[in-house]
C-alpha cells in the first residue's frame, strides 16, 4: 500500500486500517533505519562490517515482514467483523457464532505478537548500534528506537484490547505471560538506550 493511501485510509471513518496497522508501520520504519545505520556503519568500522552487515540483513527481513503485518492486521479485525455478522436466528447459529467471534479475536493477536517480537529485537540492535554504529547516525539510531519502542507499546496494547472477550483460560493465561516478558524487556532495553543517548548528548 502507497504511503499516502495509507494515511489516507488511516484517516477515514473505517476501522481498518487502524492502531494495528500503525504500529507495525511503526516497527517496519525503525527496522528501515536500523538497516541504514548498519549500512552506514559497515563502510566507517572495517573491524565491525561482518557484524554491521549481518544486523543490516536481519533489519532487512523484519522490515518486509511488518511490513506485510500491515495488511495482515486489517484483515483480522475484518475477521472479527465478519464473525459478528454471522447470523443468530436459531441456537445453533448463535453457539456458530460465539465460536467464530472467539476464534477471530484470538487470531486478532497474531500481528500485535509479532510486531512485539520484532520491536524487541530492533531495541536489542538499536541498543547496539548506539554503542558500537557510526556516531554521525547517532540520532538515527534513536530515532529507530523511538519508532521500535512506539511498535511494541501498541502492539502490547492491541493484544490487550482483543483478550478482553477471550474466554479461553490456557490462552489467556499463555498471552499475559508473554505480554509481561515483552513490557520486561522493552522497560530495560529503552532504559539502557536512553541512558546512552543522554550520556552522548
Known amino acids: 500500500m502507497e504511503t499516502k493511501r495509507f494515511l489516507e ?8 486500517p487502524g492502531g494495528g496497522s500503525a504500529s507495525a508501520l511503526a516497527g517496519a520504519l525503525s527496522a528501515s533505519l536500523v538497516a541504514m545505520v548498519a549500512g552506514l ?8 562490517r561482518k557484524e554491521m552487515e549481518g544486523i543490516k540483513k536481519k533489519a532487512l527481513v523484519i ?5 506485510l503485518g500491515v495488511d495482515e492486521d486489517a484483515d483480522s479485525f475484518n475477521g472479527v467483523i465478519k464473525a459478528f455478522r454471522l447470523p443468530r436466528k ?3 447459529d448463535r453457539l456458530i457464532r460465539i465460536k467464530a ?3 477471530a ?9 509479532l510486531v512485539c517480537r520484532q520491536s ?4 536489542e540492535y538499536s541498543k547496539l548500534l548506539v554503542l558500537k554504529g557510526n556516531p554521525n547516525a547517532v540520532s538515527d539510531t534513536g530515532v529507530a528506537a523511538f519508532l521500535a519502542d512506539a511498535a511494541l507499546a501498541g502492539g502490547l496494547l492491541n493484544i490487550g484490547i482483543n483478550l478482553v472477550p477471550v474466554t479461553d483460560k490456557v490462552f489467556l493465561k499463555r498471552m499475559h505471560s508473554l505480554m509481561t516478558d515483552w513490557a520486561k524487556k522493552r522497560n530495560h532495553l529503552m532504559g539502557k538506550i536512553l541512558g546512552s543517548l543522554t550520556k552522548i548528548e
Open 9 to 16: 485510509k488511516v484517516a477515514s471513518d473505517s476501522p481498518t
Open 41 to 48: 556503519s559497515s563502510k566507517k568500522d572495517n573491524k565491525r
Open 120 to 123: 524487541i529485537q530492533l531495541l
Open 101 to 103: 467471534i472467539q476464534k
Open 90 to 92: 436459531t441456537e445453533r
Open 105 to 113: 479475536y484470538q487470531k486478532a493477536t497474531v500481528t500485535p505478537r
Open 63 to 67: 522490515q518486509r515482514r511488518l511490513f
